[in-house]
């Protein structure tokens, strides 16, 4: 494991400019640049920032006629990943020579995902992680995420991976990102609840990890007027979309910074990955404390078979994953 140094890192709490691709980019970059100048070495965007989270799922009823002009306006702004689409945040990354990881609606083919794109300081896409499971009526507008984009990047101040939303609920995926010696988890989400952060705070505690917590800001107003159906399902500024829950944490569980409620804004807080790893002496979940003579994960990451990647793929035996990590078993 390589040394590691302080850094600088940024929660982006904004709103995206709802369903036009091209605006938030542009209002992406200009984050950037502020996160940034401010110090910034790593950016973090909220949950499917990119061209905006699909609230309208928990308003509609399944296929009539406004979800489906909604989705079909999502479809259209959705980012192809790597590609042309988010070269201005490529392009940013690079010229601030930050790290950023930005929330997306990606097209799959004729399938959307809820995905995170890691970029590096040369504008490369180091990594694409797809939602494993969207919650409730998530699964009207984005396909299932596989093994393949559980991802950890790394960089001079530690390795950063983590999980989008309700995915911090499921202990074995969290496990599989511990497994991958992750030093800074983001945790991007639509989640507005009192219970978020004190998520945020267990995962920081239980992998000895700093996170970054980050949400959207978003009300009735920021939905386009003209979009079919929006007059009848949207209200004004008082119609709360996502108040937001920004935070960042360090790895005993304390609040650096947020939470961030109400309000558009960015957090800033230094983490200290050598810190962090000197804390899993007490307790490292996948480590020491892990217990491998009773329990056991095996995480498949390849490729989901019906992906161009991943031809043949079904032929040949999953690659070894993980270190054995905590797994209840009979």
Same mark, same amino acid.
């Given at each position: 494991m390589r040394s590691v140094r302080t850094a600088t890192v940024a929660a982006v709490q904004a709103t995206p400019v709802f369903l036009d691709r091209t605006a938030t980019l542009e209002r992406c970059v200009r984050l950037i640049e502020e996160a940034t100048a401010a110090g910034a070495e790593l950016v973090v965007f909220p949950e499917a920032f990119v061209p905006g989270y699909p609230d309208w799922v928990w308003r509609t009823r399944p296929w009539d006629t406004v979800s489906t002009s909604f989705y079909r306006r999502l479809f259209d702004q959705a980012v192809e990943v790597p590609g042309p689409m988010i070269q201005p945040? %490529?392009?940013?990354?690079?010229?601030?020579?930050?790290?950023?990881?930005?929330? @997306?609606?990606?097209r799959g083919g004729s399938t959307l995902y809820n995905s995170l794109v890691y970029l590096g300081p040369t504008g490369e896409v180091l990594g694409v992680h797809r939602k494993l499971m969207p919650?409730?009526?998530?699964? /009207?507008?984005? *396909?299932?995420?596989?093994?393949?984009? /559980?991802? %950890?990047?790394?960089?001079?101040?530690?390795?950063?991976?983590?999980? !989008?939303?309700?995915?911090?609920?499921?202990?074995?995926?969290?496990?599989? @990102?511990?497994?991958?010696?992750?030093? !800074?988890?983001? %945790?991007?989400?639509?989640?507005?609840?009192?219970?978020?952060?004190?998520?945020?705070?267990? !995962? %920081?505690?239980? *992998?000895?990890?700093?996170? #970054?917590?980050?949400?959207?800001?978003?009300?009735?107003?920021?939905?386009? $007027?003209?979009?079919?159906?929006?007059?009848?399902?949207?209200?004004?500024?008082?119609?709360?979309?996502?108040?937001?829950? =920004?935070? #960042?944490?360090?790895?005993?569980?304390?609040?650096? =910074?947020?939470?961030?409620?109400?309000?558009?804004? #960015?957090?800033?807080?230094?983490?200290?990955?050598?810190? $962090?790893?000197?804390?899993?002496?007490?307790f490292d979940p996948v480590g020491h404390y892990a217990r491998p003579d009773v329990f056991r994960l095996t995480v498949?990451?390849?490729?989901?078979?019906?992906?161009?990647?991943?031809?043949? =793929?079904?032929?040949?035996?999953?690659?070894?994953?993980?270190?054995? @990590?905590p797994l209840p078993t009979a």
């Amino acid at each position: 494991m390589r040394s590691v140094r302080t850094a600088t890192v940024a929660a982006v709490q904004a709103t995206p400019v709802f369903l036009d691709r091209t605006a938030t980019l542009e209002r992406c970059v200009r984050l950037i640049e502020e996160a940034t100048a401010a110090g910034a070495e790593l950016v973090v965007f909220p949950e499917a920032f990119v061209p905006g989270y699909p609230d309208w799922v928990w308003r509609t009823r399944p296929w009539d006629t406004v979800s489906t002009s909604f989705y079909r306006r999502l479809f259209d702004q959705a980012v192809e990943v790597p590609g042309p689409m988010i070269q201005p945040v %490529a392009d940013a990354a690079r010229a601030a020579g930050a790290f950023v990881v930005l929330g @997306v609606n990606e097209r799959g083919g004729s399938t959307l995902y809820n995905s995170l794109v890691y970029l590096g300081p040369t504008g490369e896409v180091l990594g694409v992680h797809r939602k494993l499971m969207p919650t409730g009526g998530e699964r /009207l507008v984005w *396909g299932s995420g596989d093994g393949s984009g /559980l991802v %950890a990047v790394d960089t001079p101040f530690g390795r950063v991976g983590g999980l !989008i939303c309700w995915e911090n609920y499921m202990p074995l995926a969290r496990a599989a @990102v511990y497994a991958d010696d992750v030093d !800074i988890f983001v %945790a991007p989400t639509w989640d507005n609840s009192d219970g978020w952060v004190p998520t945020l705070r267990h !995962i %920081a505690r239980e *992998g000895r990890v700093h996170v #970054i917590g980050t949400n959207s800001f978003l009300r009735g107003s920021d939905v386009p $007027a003209d979009e079919h159906g929006a007059q009848d399902l949207y209200g004004g500024d008082d119609d709360w979309m996502s108040r937001g829950n =920004a935070s #960042i944490v360090s790895p005993d569980g304390d609040l650096l =910074a947020g939470p961030l409620v109400g309000e558009a804004g #960015i957090l800033y807080a230094t983490v200290d990955a050598a810190a $962090a790893r000197a804390g899993r002496q007490q307790f490292d979940p996948v480590g020491h404390y892990a217990r491998p003579d009773v329990f056991r994960l095996t995480v498949d990451r390849r490729a989901a078979p019906f992906s161009q990647d991943a031809v043949g =793929a079904a032929e040949t035996p999953a690659p070894p994953s993980v270190p054995p @990590v905590p797994l209840p078993t009979a």
